[in-house]
């Protein structure tokens, strides 16, 4: 493997430990958040009234609102602290590049899962949360349920949204780093080359993007996704060929082909002779229905 890019990876890995860092903070935080939420909501014997719902979601929203602060305040330093250590481990790896301080302001600017912000991804975890105690306060008033009926509907209602939130969190640490590499990188107008990690656990979307080349890094695509791996390097630093995400899966065993593409998909590339690339339009993965089409 190429020593720079080898260099990188680690790195980044190091990066995922630390995101896993903040997470497990800001966990402990998410859990005050539910201890406190539950106390209010036993705090009423019942839910028969619509004053007892309408007090009691009041006091939720700024305990909700009081949470989602803290979490877009961390998450801002992180996002200058993650841009100094980023900074410093260019300057160490591209001796020759300019390396010039960053305005965090850019990097908060910068969608960290190709769509949201951090201000937006706050704003929608903090949506997502209100939601899932609103549905459960208005069905105990509605019905009559009692607090804990209440209690056991938050808890099934919030667990896809805590587990959005730390899929958040582990995504937007290391790509703070990956804008900064962006920004220094477009200033020195460098090539750039995308490098998905190849070990199974890459989406097709992003496979299909190992290797490609960018005359400039503006042209290249932002991360696809929450906890997107991939990463950009100076084409000049890619000192060894490359190979394509189909020769990848051609090396690996048959069962592990399968695992990756789905059975179906499976056929249309191995049977049928259909290239991984026409499975992909616009950097979404197509329905099979869609790829007959």
Not at 86 to 100: I, M, R, S
Not at 206 to 234: M, V
Not at 250 to 265: S, T
Not at 268 to 288: Q, V
Request: hydrophobic residues 35%; glycine residues 6%; proline residues 3%.
């Amino acid at each position: 493997m190429n020593n720079t890019l080898k260099k990188t990876l680690k790195h980044y890995i190091e990066l995922d430990m630390y995101a896993n860092t903040v997470d497990d903070d800001l966990i402990i935080l998410w859990e005050e958040l539910g201890i406190e939420a539950d106390g209010l909501i036993g705090s009423q014997t019942g839910y028969g009234t619509k004053d007892a719902y309408a007090l009691v979601m009041r006091m939720l929203k700024e305990k909700i609102t009081s949470f989602c602060d803290k979490l877009e305040e961390r998450l801002n330093t992180e996002a200058e602290n993650v841009k100094n250590k980023e900074l410093d481990f260019l300057k160490t790896l591209y001796p020759a590049l300019a390396v010039n301080d960053i305005a965090t302001s850019k990097i908060l600017f910068a969608p960290i899962d190709n769509r949201d912000t951090v201000k937006q991804f706050v704003e929608r975890t903090k949506k997502n949360i209100v939601r899932s105690y609103d549905n459960a306060l208005r069905s105990g008033y509605l019905f009559g349920q009692s607090s804990q009926d209440v209690k056991n509907m938050v808890a099934n209602n919030i667990k896809q949204v805590e587990r959005g939130m730390e899929s958040g969190i582990k995504t937007a640490v290391p790509s703070f780093a990956k804008t900064t590499d962006r920004i220094v990188f477009l200033k020195n107008e460098k090539e750039v080359t995308w490098c998905s990690c190849l070990d199974g656990s890459e989406c097709i979307v992003c496979g299909s993007l190992h290797g490609t080349r960018y005359k400039s890094i503006a042209e290249a695509p932002g991360l696809q996704h929450f906890g997107c791996r991939c990463i950009l390097l100076p084409s000049e630093e890619i000192t060894e060929p490359m190979p394509t995400y189909e020769e990848y899966l051609e090396e690996l065993p048959e069962n592990e082909q399968k695992e990756i593409l789905g059975k179906n998909r499976y056929d249309l590339w191995k049977n049928d002779g259909i290239s991984l690339k026409k499975f992909i339009n616009n950097g979404r993965k197509l329905r099979l229905d869609e790829i007959d089409k």
